[in-house]
């Protein structure tokens, strides 16, 4: 297909896989319509932190051994999108700050990647946040790491698609409604098992509930992202954001406090000050592949395309998604990640394994 006004694709999905792809899909020229159940800021993308992390995430939980260059690839197409929207990138760095050996292990591995550091001693870290624990003597900080306000990016994302005359609809995309429709699809709905029968790489995705604590007012946030074993800790939205658990298998939105008592446990040993009452516990459920890299491109049925399954990086490689995504719709070349991302990679290989 090539690049048309009068060309229309249905988006499904008002996450920032949905609204990123929907976007650059506008912006190719192409009408969109994009449905959307939940709207924006109710999607997991709306309850995540907005981390743009590919040190951080590639020491401490690396979606693939070799995806380093790929999250990178990604992270650099952040500055232009944010450029577009309007929305700042928060490029401080993050912090890690956690027991000796913690710290060791992970300055090693990232030094294993190649990846540039700097420690940061007592006087650093309390300015970073106010009511550190006193055994903490040092952090390690990496430049690599951004961070962006998710909700206010979403928000951005969508008035921008409206601007480029993108429809935005709240409501359910059905099984019969994919059956029928006349117009590419683009699905950018996480883990949908409505949907495994009519495009089976669907069926590979699995889902993964996150449960991330948040403190609307009183409190003064740290500056940048701290990470500690287990847990994070940034502001957000005004307040304190405090997050998150990864309960694969779930797709229940049922906060519990025994969730919330164990993030605040784990924090409360690097933060012994942090209030225990006033936080408010948010729920999104993600989708992640059996290599933890998103499906971005053509699925098996034809007109159907695929922007899902990111795991823990929707936000990081939202840019490369919809880059890709938008060049199988377009028939133009999709770049050198492309194949890395093939949603048909596991039937091509016969199996799931990393």
């Not at 950018?188 to 495009?199: H, N, Q, S």
């Not at 779930?250 to 225990?276: C, H, K, N, W, Y």
Request: no cysteine; net charge neutral.
């Amino acid at each position: 297909m090539g690049r048309s006004g009068t060309v229309s694709v249905i988006v499904v999905g008002a996450g920032v896989f949905g609204l990123a792809t929907g976007l650059a899909l506008a912006e190719a020229g192409i009408k969109v319509r994009l449905v959307a159940a939940p709207p924006p800021d109710l999607t997991a993308s709306g309850v995540a932190a907005g981390m743009l992390a590919p040190a951080f995430e590639m020491a401490l939980d690396p979606p693939a051994p070799d995806a380093l260059d790929l999250l990178l690839a990604s992270r650099d197409l952040w500055p232009d999108l944010a450029g577009r929207l309007g929305v700042s990138l928060d490029r401080t760095g993050a912090a890690a700050i956690g027991p000796e050996a913690w710290l060791d292990g992970l300055e090693a591995r990232l030094a294993a990647l190649g990846l540039k550091g700097r420690p940061a001693g007592r006087a650093e870290m309390e300015a970073m946040s106010s009511g550190l624990g006193s055994r903490f003597p040092r952090a390690f900080v990496t430049p690599q790491d951004w961070r962006i306000e998710p909700r206010a990016a979403l928000q951005a994302m969508a008035r921008r698609l409206q601007d480029l005359g993108g429809n935005l609809e709240i409501g359910t995309f059905t099984l019969r409604d994919l059956e029928h429709a006349a117009s590419p699809v683009v699905l950018a709905t996480g883990a949908d098992r409505r949907l495994e029968g009519l495009v089976p790489e669907l069926a590979g995705l699995s889902p993964i509930k996150g449960q991330i604590l948040w403190r609307p007012r009183g409190v003064s946030p740290p500056v940048g992202v701290i990470r500690t074993p287990g847990a994070y800790l940034l502001g957000s939205g005004g307040g304190l954001l405090a997050g998150a658990t990864m309960e694969v298998g779930r797709s229940d939105l049922a906060a519990d406090l025994e969730a919330q008592a164990e993030l605040r446990g784990t924090l409360s040993d690097i933060f012994p000050a942090l209030a225990t009452e006033g936080w408010v516990t948010r729920v999104g459920v993600r989708a992640a592949s059996p290599d933890g890299l998103p499906l971005a491109g053509a699925a098996s049925r034809p007109g159907v395309f695929l922007a899902v399954g990111a795991r823990r990086n929707g936000w990081l490689l939202a840019p490369l998604v919809a880059k890709i995504v938008t060049a199988a719709i377009t028939s133009e070349d999709a770049g050198r990640w492309a194949v890395r991302l093939d949603p048909l990679r596991f039937a091509r290989h016969g199996n799931g394994e990393k």
